[in-house]
């Protein structure tokens, strides 16, 4: 039986004097803000050991917070006539473009709109179903605010085939992002394992407590003084891997208020990071194959003022 859960954070320096809401919003990544107003109306966070449910209430530096999440309802995924762009398809898997904003699977507070419920409408219920009822056809994920490319079996063989080459780490996942500040090398890589921040269990954190090794590699591809624009290529998938190695070597991803700052510049609305490039050995015909994207237009246009402004 699925248990309740409590989180207890901190306020810091960096989200004082923020909503209630939002911090929570901010800590808590998938879990939608709509249902975290839902649990402060109910009284299920507390401030320093009481109860409460202003929902505006600016938090202060050194106050504790805590909030307490239901055990899970079970879900049961909807197919939804939700528009998807499609980069390829087959009879074996999908290559799909996600758009930022886009939650992969549905979980507590989004139950639907999920990128799973388009593609139970798209595909007619034929995904694998080793990941279960609310994940059809998932074999990796990435995360809401990050878009870009991502493989999808529709049998169940495809997704153990795929799911080998993720674990061998044959499968090409490149990446771009534009950071904060100038690196002093063209290139270089970040060998640091990654588990939950033993200070900040909402958080993933370069720890060597209850880890797994991590590795990401990283060029430059245009420099603007206080930001540049790399590509990263992930050796190993862990949650939210760019983004914590990034924040741990001093270049967290602009839009990124969970490992960056919390006021975004240039207007981003979510970390700006796209999964372009997605190159694969297809489960049945054994041949490799390798796709690209475009940079959404919010990326390319934030591109453009840093472009201006260099």
């Given at each position: 039986?699925?248990?309740?859960?409590?989180?207890?954070?901190?306020?810091?320096?960096?989200?004082?004097?923020?909503?209630?809401?939002?911090?929570?919003s901010?800590?808590?990544?998938?879990?939608?803000?709509?249902?975290?107003?839902?649990?402060?109306?109910?009284?299920?966070?507390?401030?320093?050991?009481?109860?409460?449910?202003?929902?505006?209430?600016?938090?202060?530096?050194?106050?504790?917070?805590?909030?307490?999440?239901?055990?899970?309802?079970?879900?049961?995924?909807?197919?939804?006539?939700?528009?998807?762009?499609?980069?390829y398809?087959?009879?074996?898997?999908?290559?799909v473009?996600?758009?930022?904003?886009?939650?992969?699977?549905?979980?507590?507070?989004?139950?639907?709109?999920?990128?799973?419920?388009?593609?139970?409408?798209?595909?007619?219920?034929?995904?694998?179903?080793?990941?279960?009822?609310?994940?059809?056809?998932?074999?990796?994920?990435?995360?809401?605010?990050?878009?870009?490319?991502?493989?999808i079996?529709?049998?169940?063989?495809?997704?153990?085939?795929?799911?080998?080459?993720?674990?061998?780490?044959?499968?090409?996942?490149?990446?771009?992002?534009?950071?904060?500040?100038?690196?002093?090398?063209?290139?270089?890589?970040?060998?640091?394992?990654?588990?939950?921040?033993?200070?900040?269990?909402?958080?993933?954190?370069?720890?060597?407590?209850?880890?797994?090794?991590?590795?990401?590699?990283?060029?430059?591809?245009?420099?603007?003084?206080?930001?540049?624009?790399?590509?990263?290529?992930?050796?190993?998938?862990?949650?939210?891997?760019?983004?914590?190695?990034?924040?741990?070597?001093?270049?967290?991803?602009?839009?990124?208020?969970?490992?960056?700052?919390?006021?975004?510049?240039?207007?981003?609305?979510?970390?700006?990071l796209?999964a372009?490039?997605?190159?694969?050995?297809?489960?049945?015909?054994?041949?490799?194959?390798?796709?690209?994207?475009?940079?959404?237009?919010?990326?390319?246009?934030?591109?453009?003022?840093?472009?201006?402004?260099?």
């Amino acid at each position: 039986m699925d248990k309740i859960q409590k989180y207890t954070f901190v306020i810091d320096e960096e989200t004082q004097s923020t909503r209630l809401d939002l911090v929570l919003s901010l800590q808590l990544g998938e879990v939608s803000r709509s249902f975290i107003q839902k649990l402060i109306d109910q009284g299920q966070v507390s401030v320093d050991g009481k109860v409460c449910r202003l929902k505006k209430y600016k938090v202060s530096l050194g106050e504790a917070i805590e909030i307490t999440l239901p055990p899970p309802k079970e879900l049961k995924a909807e197919a939804e006539n939700i528009p998807i762009e499609i980069v390829y398809e087959d009879d074996d898997l999908l290559v799909v473009n996600k758009p930022r904003g886009m939650v992969v699977h549905p979980a507590a507070g989004n139950e639907n709109g999920t990128l799973v419920n388009a593609l139970m409408y798209h595909c007619q219920g034929r995904l694998s179903s080793i990941n279960g009822v609310i994940r059809p056809g998932i074999v990796h994920r990435i995360d809401k605010d990050t878009s870009g490319l991502l493989m999808i079996a529709k049998n169940d063989e495809a997704h153990k085939s795929l799911a080998a080459q993720l674990e061998k780490h044959t499968i090409k996942r490149s990446y771009q992002a534009i950071v904060y500040n100038n690196f002093t090398e063209d290139e270089g890589t970040v060998d640091a394992p990654i588990g939950r921040d033993p200070s900040n269990r909402l958080r993933q954190a370069v720890t060597y407590s209850n880890s797994k090794e991590a590795y990401t590699t990283y060029r430059v591809l245009e420099r603007f003084g206080r930001f540049t624009l790399i590509e990263a290529v992930l050796k190993t998938g862990r949650t939210h891997q760019i983004r914590v190695h990034m924040a741990y070597i001093k270049h967290p991803l602009l839009g990124d208020t969970v490992y960056g700052p919390k006021k975004p510049l240039y207007g981003a609305q979510g970390q700006m990071l796209h999964a372009k490039t997605l190159g694969f050995v297809h489960p049945s015909t054994g041949e490799y194959m390798e796709f690209d994207s475009e940079l959404p237009e919010e990326f390319q246009t934030i591109l453009e003022k840093l472009r201006r402004d260099r």
